[in-house]
């Protein structure tokens, strides 16, 4: 069974003089095609910027897709890329989908007194 994964940025906080953000709260949530089984990864990723910088991008001009990008650049272990720490972090919570579903194949609930 395939697990699909779906990062999401919920809320930010910014500046409202310059639009620097300064805390960014995610997810990642990995989830079976029937929908049955899930685990979640997320956090807060408290940031400082340089509003002079020739890479900076005010709140206003921000999308999903760079915010995205400093969180899996913050995830970085060891040597790892952004990307690889992304791949990673997607891998972990996809083996904890799939050993719930199956823990959940090998499991029933119920009472032996009814049917």
Do not use: C
Request: no cysteine.
């Amino acid at each position: 069974m395939a697990v699909t994964t779906t990062w999401s940025v919920s809320d930010m906080q910014h500046n409202d003089s310059d639009g620097g953000v300064t805390i960014v709260y995610w997810s990642m949530v990995a989830q079976n095609d029937s929908g049955n089984e899930s685990a979640t990864e997320g956090g807060k990723l408290r940031l400082t910027y340089d509003a002079s910088s020739s890479d900076f991008i005010a709140y206003d001009s921000l999308t999903e897709a760079d915010v995205l990008g400093w969180v899996y650049d913050d995830l970085r272990e060891g040597e790892e890329t952004a990307t690889e720490a992304k791949t990673r972090v997607e891998n972990e919570r996809t083996a904890k989908v799939n050993a719930q579903i199956a823990k959940n194949a090998s499991t029933s609930n119920g009472v032996p007194w009814s049917s």
